[in-house]
């Protein structure tokens, strides 16, 4: 069964920075790509960021491009979500995705795990 649990979260101001982690199990790590969504309240959820089985393809939201970096490390079966220069409109439930493909994916019905989310709250 696979398994997705994220760390990382937590209050920041704007502008300042944190580092999400996705530690996944139960799964052949370097057969899925990955990916973080978010949902704000009482917004539907949406992507963020992508990347492939390697690491050598990502793609990202027009909202956090030039301020997020997404990363992956299949030795360790984790992925990561950079973020830098964060603001208010950033506040969200962050969530942690995979897909058992090679090729990487913003839409979430493409999802086939999720992970339980990790929230970011950024003051003003």
């Known amino acids: 069964q696979v398994q997705l649990v994220e760390s990382g979260g937590g209050l920041v101001q704007a502008g300042g920075s944190l580092r999400l982690s996705c530690a996944a199990s139960?799964?052949?790590?370097?057969?899925?790509?990955m990916a973080w969504f978010r949902q704000a309240p009482g917004k539907e959820r949406e992507f963020v960021a992508t990347?492939?089985?390697?690491?050598?393809?990502?793609s990202y939201a027009d909202s956090v491009k030039g301020r997020f970096t997404i990363s992956r490390d299949n030795a360790k079966n984790t992925v990561y979500l950079q973020m830098n220069r964060l603001k208010p409109e950033d506040t969200a439930v962050y969530y942690c995705a995979a897909r058992r493909s090679l090729g990487v994916y913003t839409l979430t019905s493409l999802v086939d795990s999720w992970g339980q989310g990790t929230q970011v709250p950024v003051s003003s």
């Open positions: 139960g799964l052949t790590f370097s057969s899925y790509a």
């Open positions: 990347i492939n089985w390697s690491g050598g393809l990502t």
